[in-house]
Nanobody
Framework: QVQLEESGGGLMQAGGSLRLSCAAS????????MSWFRQAAGKEREFVAG???????YYADSVKGRFTISRDNAKKTVSLQMNSLNPGDTAVYYC???????????????????????WGQGTQVTVSS
């Protein structure tokens, strides 16, 4: 059974930076794809960034150039470095893991919430204007 735990959320003023981390427990981390999703108050959960099992990355247009996703298979962690934060980034951020996958997956697969079999509890990010 896969368990994910996010950390690093908090309050930051616009223009600042935060780094989120997600620790995974389980045997399939290295063979799975990992992503970050977020859900703002009153809105649906949306894809933020994803990284495949071999390290290819994909980003939502709203965060390209500002956010960076990375993974450490030895530590079974995935991180999201968030720079140039703005109030629109305020949301609960969730870490998610897919099932063991093929070597290559496309962006449609990563952005589809149905691709994921494990989710973290979420960590709150609040950006003040």
């Amino acid at each position: 059974q896969v368990q994910l735990e996010e950390s690093g959320g908090g309050l930051m003023q616009a223009g600042g930076s935060l780094r989120l981390s997600c620790a995974a427990s389980g045997r399939t981390f290295s063979d799975a794809n990992m992503s970050w999703f977020r859900q703002a108050a009153g809105k649906e959960r949306e894809f933020v960034a994803g990284i495949t099992r071999i390290g290819n990355t994909y980003y939502a247009d709203s965060v390209k150039g500002r956010f960076t996703i990375s993974r450490d298979n030895a530590k079974k962690t995935v991180s999201l470095q968030m720079n140039s934060l703005n109030p629109g980034d305020t949301a609960v951020y969730y870490c998610a893991q897919t099932r063991r996958s093929a070597y290559f997956v496309n962006s449609d697969y990563l952005s589809d919430q149905k691709s994921y079999v494990a989710w973290g509890q979420g960590t709150q990010v609040t950006v003040s204007s």
